[in-house]
């Protein structure tokens, strides 16, 4: 997330509504631009939500609606991503047909002469 208009210097603290504790707190820049990566929390109810930002000092505010959704899989669960198990279905796609086409080859070249 990125938001203007802080005092620079100033703590931000940054919360999601509706959540007691808040997700993080940063400082603002000389700019009074702050920016901050937040995970929304497991129990977080699912649909439409609100990310606040809060200024320690100025009581400036951002917002951020966003929609929570839930994950098909947790993250733990996962053991590949799809792109890498897509690229070892083709390379074994390709070794089956390299070994097929290696072994006609063989067949077609034996040749046998006559005694």
Excluded: K, N, Y
Aim: no cysteine; proline share 6%; charged share 15%.
């Amino acid at each position: 997330m990125r938001a203007t208009g802080f005092t620079p210097g100033e703590p931000v603290t940054v919360s999601l509504l509706g959540v007691d504790d808040p997700l993080t707190t940063v400082t603002a820049g000389g700019d009074g631009s702050v920016e901050a990566v937040v995970q929304i929390p497991r129990g977080a109810a699912l649909g439409t939500a609100t990310v606040q930002l809060v200024g320690g000092r100025s009581a400036a505010t951002a917002g951020l609606d966003l929609q929570v959704a839930a994950r098909e899989l947790p993250v733990e669960a996962r053991t590949t991503s799809v792109p890498v198990l897509a690229a070892g279905v083709a390379l074994i796609g390709a070794a089956g047909v390299l070994g097929l086409t290696a072994a006609r080859r063989s067949r077609g070249s034996h040749t046998t002469t006559p005694r």
